[in-house]
């Protein structure tokens, strides 16, 4: 039995021999040493562990550290794309009111603004003989003069039938058409009256300009009394 043995041992067998046993007693001392989570990352070369020696999928999620993966880890294709675009959400509620801003700079001034006057023209006013009230102006601008005097006088008519007079306004010393007022009496009356006066010139140059309240008998032989009197004109246009 020893001989036939010894006559079928060669070099080539003891060497695969003691090969073998080498390898299978060096991993049994191995995994009989190695206490459990005792490999860590200083255990392990780069590049040692790959997907292929994964062997029976031991490497878990639960035994990877959470955040310690990057994306260079990961084979090309295998983490997904960003997906498309969700619907919009709801508008959220309205915030509170803002503080009020502060007051803006004041803006330049503006140009003037067209004006514009009318007055029924009919007729040519008798021109007064009694001057009643005078006034002075100077205006800015050249334009048409829109006129308003007002008067409280006294008429009074004798036995010999009804009368009236007539109240004109002359400006620079020109009667203005339509710029007249009547205060008529019947026979033996007395009559007060208070009363205005207006017109519309036609355009006038900047400067001075006169205006004359004037007082003229229209019919009858009357009596008349004047009282208070103003004259006031506006620059219409320029």
């Given at each position: 039995m020893g001989g036939g043995i010894r006559s079928h041992l060669t070099y080539a067998n003891v060497v695969a021999s003691i090969a073998l046993f080498a390898a299978l007693g060096g991993g049994a001392y191995a995994a009989a040493t190695l206490a459990p989570n005792s490999v860590g990352s200083k255990q392990l070369k780069k590049k040692a562990v790959t997907n292929s020696k994964l062997a029976g999928n031991a490497v878990t999620s639960g035994k990877v550290k959470d955040g310690s993966l990057l994306k260079a880890d990961f084979a090309a294709g295998q983490l997904p794309g960003a997906?498309?675009?969700?619907?919009?959400?709801?508008?959220?509620?309205?915030?509170?009111?803002?503080?009020?801003?502060?007051?803006?700079?004041?803006?330049?001034?503006?140009?003037?603004?067209?004006?514009?006057?009318?007055?029924?023209?009919?007729?040519?006013?008798?021109?007064?003989?009694?001057?009643?009230?005078?006034?002075?102006?100077?205006?800015?601008?050249?334009?048409?003069?829109?006129?308003?005097?007002?008067?409280?006088?006294?008429?009074?008519?004798?036995?010999?039938?009804?009368?009236?007079?007539?109240?004109?306004?002359?400006?620079?010393?020109?009667?203005?058409?339509?710029?007249?007022?009547?205060?008529?009496?019947?026979?033996?009356?007395?009559?007060?009256?208070?009363?205005?006066?207006?017109?519309?010139?036609?355009?006038l140059p900047a400067g001075n300009h006169t205006i004359t309240l004037k007082r003229g008998t229209n019919s009858g032989s009357p009596t008349a009394s004047d009282g208070l009197a103003t004259n006031s004109a506006i620059v219409i246009g320029g």
């Open positions: 997906g498309a675009a969700g619907p919009a959400g709801p508008a959220g509620p309205a915030g509170p009111k803002g503080d009020k801003g502060d007051k803006g700079d004041k803006g330049d001034k503006g140009d003037v603004g067209p004006t514009a006057a009318f007055a029924d023209y009919c007729c040519f006013a008798p021109d007064g003989t009694t001057t009643i009230r005078t006034t002075n102006i100077t205006t800015p601008v050249a334009g048409r003069l829109y006129l308003n005097s007002t008067l409280d006088t006294t008429v009074t008519c004798s036995a010999g039938g009804p009368c009236s007079e007539f109240y004109s306004i002359q400006v620079d010393g020109t009667t203005v058409p339509n710029a007249t007022s009547v205060v008529r009496a019947t026979t033996s009356e007395t009559k007060r009256d208070t009363f205005s006066v207006v017109g519309l010139t036609d355009s």
